[in-house]
């Protein structure tokens, strides 16, 4: 969604980077086309204003003119002030100390408040939850089929009645409360264009309710109008938050940019796919940083958790330092970064990524073509690629639908992968018993010892001790002849 603005924010703040000091027609230029690069992103114009004068304020104050690196020190405050008007901080989720936890959602038609009731539903049972769903839409044909559909999915159970929308949301409470559901969503009609009756019926299922939150569904697709459908919604309800839908499109970003400062509530959740999965909660100072080409790696952190066993990574490090690395874990591994998405939005999370790179359209049917493959392989070719000769390469290219060459790229590839991660491997193992072993030869070897202070300072203040000498009067009252004393004893 915030390509084209982060095209923009790179070029503009990538002039100012590299200066050691900043003129005031440098900054001029600079705020000029920061207002532009936002107004073209279709960003409430208020909102521009505000922020354009915030920062620069923050620019031609001390705080810029005091830096080492004033070119630095610009891009923080961006950072800094797109991560306020973005939200400031991820809305914290409390859940009712009496359960159920009730949400309710609000939303136009077409904004996908069914299928991100269930994705919301999803994300509750990731956090231990038990959700139930209620299906209040009667209005539109199959809402409630759809929201069942979506609910058998997730497994979460949903609730309906023919009745009407208040007694629905009504009965639907009461049976969660009986069957000891902690959470309870509720998915309501909507309508082409805001009119009283949908907010009246919204009203009513709301004071039915009693809802802990009150989320509004938006598409960001439809920019300013958005914030107007938010406006509306919140003189009604009390918004609590925003839901903001289809992330993952071309739009120009000029909803999530305006939503908190215009209506004045945080962007909840957003949602990056049509996937179930693809919903999580709104991180404003990770989208800032992906906004200014700073990538998001706590993202793909998170990610990267919830797909990765951590007793298997560990197994395939082991594998790759051993150099037993087999096209089984390769197939294992390709399986796990399948799963945190697709390849354009993994690499958008890389920091220091070139801007070439990131609008380069990345194929996932190449990795659907290397596991065809692979699959097409034998247990023991996959295991010791080395025995693949021409014949065999015919086989698996025949198998696979490719041809002999792109199995051989691959056999190639993965070859020289192998001996790349034992190298490095290896040579951080020996790195590091190098090290050791040098530490040890020279505790070994000893050396000059310094006193501290303390320790000259007794020193100087206590007598020598001396060892007593043995007489000849003293070895005379013991009994023994001078030659009888073991040489080496103290005083001899």
């Known amino acids: 969604m915030f390509d084209s603005l982060s095209d923009r924010f790179d070029s503009i703040l990538g002039r100012l980077r590299g200066k050691g000091r900043l003129s005031d027609s440098d900054v001029d230029d600079a705020m000029r086309e920061i207002r532009l690069a936002l107004l073209e992103a279709d960003v ?70 069914t299928t991100n009731s269930a ?23 199959a809402a ?38 902690d959470v309870v969503i509720c998915d309501t009609a909507g309508r082409l264009s805001i009119d009283e009756a949908l907010m009246a019926e919204i009203g009513q299922i709301s004071d039915t309710l009693q809802p802990h939150y009150t989320f509004l569904v938006i598409d960001a697709m439809t920019g300013q109008d958005a914030v107007n459908t938010a406006e509306a919604f919140h003189a009604t309800l009390e918004l609590d938050g925003v839901i903001l839908t289809k992330l993952d499109g071309d739009a120009r970003g000029g909803a999530a940019l305006s939503v908190k400062e215009v209506v004045g509530r945080p962007i909840a959740f957003a949602s990056t796919g049509e996937n179930l ?25 998170e990610k990267a958790e919830e797909v990765f066993e951590e007793e298997q990574a560990e197994e395939a490090a082991r594998r790759m330092m051993d150099g037993t690395f087999t096209f089984d ?31 380069t359209n990345i194929d996932d049917g190449e990795m ?29 290219a025949k198998g696979s639908g490719t041809s002999p060459s792109q199995v051989s790229a691959l056999i190639k590839q993965f070859g020289e992968m192998q001996k790349m991660m034992k190298g490095v491997m290896g040579a951080s193992f020996t790195k590091k018993k190098t090290k050791k072993n040098k530490k040890n030869r020279k505790k070994a070897k000893g050396g000059r010892v310094t006193q501290s202070k303390k320790q000259r300072a007794l020193t100087a203040s206590s007598p020598a001790l001396q060892l007593p000498e043995i007489s000849e009067d003293l070895l005379k009252q013991a009994g023994l002849d001078d030659a009888e004393v073991p040489f080496g004893l103290p005083g001899r």
């Not at 620069?56 to 800094?80: C, D, H």
């Not at 949903?158 to 049976?175: I, K, W």
């Not at 390769?330 to 945190?340: N, S, T, Y």
């Open 277 to 301: 999965d693809e919903f999580d909660q709104f991180h404003p100072e990770r989208m800032a940083n992906r906004i200014l080409g700073m990538g998001d790696v706590l993202t793909l952190i």
């Open 119 to 141: 994705k919301l539903a999803a994300w509750f049972k990731k956090q231990g939850r038990h959700p139930l769903l209620i299906g209040a839409d009667l209005q539109r044909p």
């Open 44 to 113: 409430n114009f208020g909102v521009v204003k505000d922020f354009v004068a915030r920062v620069r304020a923050r620019t031609v104050g001390q705080e810029v003119a005091a830096s080492l690196t004033p070119g630095q020190m610009v891009v923080k405050i961006v950072n800094e002030e797109l991560t306020a008007i973005l939200g400031g901080e991820t809305l914290a989720i409390t859940f009712a100390p009496k359960p159920p936890t009730v949400v309710l959602m609000a939303g136009l038609q077409g904004s996908g408040k």
């Open 329 to 359: 874990d390769f197939l294992e591994q390709l399986a796990a970064v399948k799963k945190m998405g697709n390849l354009n939005s993994i690499v958008g999370m890389l920091p220091g990524v070139p801007k070439e790179l990131k609008n």
């Open 144 to 181: 409630v089929e759809q929201l069942q559909t979506l609910g058998a999915r997730i497994g979460v159970p949903v609730f309906s009645d023919p009745s009407d929308p208040v007694t629905t949301a009504r009965l639907g409470l009461e049976e969660a409360k009986r069957t000891g559901r």
């Open 368 to 396: 659907a073509r290397v596991e065809a493959i692979v699959y097409s392989m034998t247990t023991q070719e996959r295991t010791h690629p080395e025995i693949i000769d021409g014949s065999r390469r015919a086989r698996i």
